[in-house]
């Protein structure tokens, strides 16, 4: 009796087991009704056939000059390989399937839902056309969450696809107005002259040097380099990236520095460890380097935020009405190892 017992709920197991399976099964050769069809400039490529995919002689009938530009960029090592898939080769594998486009070339109403402008689309759709192939770069979901996405960024605004201009010579010109409102087509031109002039030379891709890019957006830190004291990014020994991450990518994406260590990097002697470390020098009590230094320029020697007792005084308030050190605290022969002591819990000198 307890044997045919153990028997059927075993045939019992077994068929919902099976019946697990098979829904499973089914589930997965029926359509999804409810799964999303893919945006623009995705759906370009997701209903594509192979017969809507053109050779590059036909986009070179109306864009000689961008083709040309395009066979000298780095750009033209990856789409000019053969044994590529057809969405991924030539002008195609950036701008969408040829065929399409010509199709509908003399639409009035809405010619570019067909073709990948990267002069009329929104920077969101630029972005997702970029990551189509720069996914071993960073991933979308990496992108979303810098501050240039959040700021509504196109890659286009400081990188170019071509080698010396984006859209061919004879087509280069500012956007429309009614394109600045919507966030359409506005990107620096790569005929603006740097902001200054002994800037480090352009990396590959990029339509200017960095500060020049920056500061098209970061205009307080331009006019911060052009102060007494700064770091040399004008004269062409340091560049914004440098220090800053503009994006992740697959060398620092799983990174996470505080302030400190990214100034450490040149600034070793001041790393520590120390037996005794100042409290702003640790990056965990406080905003780090940067609560005494102005990082891009300053009027005050060392890059300080402010000279003399003022800076020690934005925290040692206390000592501000009994306590005279002369010019500065570590000038006055006191407190001379600011950053940290292995000796002395007050930071006098040895």
Sequence with gaps: MRRMRLNTLALLMTLVTLAFIGALALSAAMPDSKKKPPSFPQSLFAQAKPEDYVTDDTCVTCHKSAHA?????????????????????????????????????????????HVISYTKAKPEEINAACLRCHTDTLTMAHWQKTSHARANIACTACHQLHWSDRTGKDRAKEPAAEDKKTGRGVSLRDTRSPVFPAAAEPKALLKADEPTLCGQCHKREVSEFRKSFHHP???????????????????????LQTGKQNCITCHGKMAGPFVFEHDPVNSLSSEGCVQCHRPHGSHNPKLLVTFSRGLCNQCHSDKANNHYPGLSCWTAGCHSSLHGSNHERFFFAP
């Excluded at 053969?82 to 509908?104: M, S, T």
């Excluded at 004008?234 to 994006?247: F, L, N, R, Y």
């Design 69 to 113: 530009s395009a066979g000298n960029s780095p750009h033209a090592l990856y789409v000019q390989n053969p044994k590529n898939p057809l969405d991924k080769r030539g002008c195609q594998a950036c701008h969408g399937p040829g065929n399409n486009h010509i199709d509908h070339l003399l639409e009035e109403d809405k010619p570019f839902e």
């Design 233 to 255: 990014v004008p004269e062409g020994k340091m560049v914004c990236s440098d220090c800053h991450d503009t994006h992740p990518n697959r060398d620092n994406r799983k990174r």
